[in-house]
Nanobody, 119 residues
Framework: VQLQASGGGLVQPGGSLRLSCAASGFTSVHHAISWFRQVPGKEREGVSCISPYDASTYYADSVKGRFTISRDNAKNTVYLQMNSLKPEDTAIYYC?????????????WGQGTEVTVSS
């Protein structure tokens, strides 16, 4: 089982990025996939989650209306479209697998992709 996060980079405030979380070794539609972010020295923050099967979505208040999580089942990949980015969105973003979005335990994590929002 592996999760490969990618798509991070440097973007100006107000810009957009799309992060990808490519799953291998399992079928991602059977699991919830979450995005988290962490700034060094600060607590990890849950950003978004997409449920298995019905694709219900959840967002932190800090990103609601700006970020969109989605799945491409054919590619076994989950995306996080991030629009109207702010400097406070700067962090390392991780994807993780769990049984459902309300579960507390993530059993597999991707390696992280760095997002920097700066002018």
């Amino acid at each position: 089982v592996q999760l490969q996060a990618s798509g991070g980079g440097l973007v100006q405030p107000g810009g957009s990025l799309r992060l990808s979380c490519a799953a291998s070794g399992f079928t991602s539609v059977h699991h919830a996939i979450s995005w988290f972010r962490q700034v060094p020295g600060k607590e990890r923050e849950g950003v978004s989650c997409i449920s298995p099967y019905d694709a219900s979505t959840y967002y932190a208040d800090s990103v609601k209306g700006r970020f969109t999580i989605s799945r491409d089942n054919a590619k076994n990949t989950v995306y996080l479209q991030m629009n109207s980015l702010k400097p406070e969105d700067t962090a390392i973003y991780y994807c993780a697998r769990k049984s459902r979005c309300t579960a507390s335990i993530n059993d597999y994590w991707g390696q992280g992709t760095e997002v920097t929002v700066s002018s």
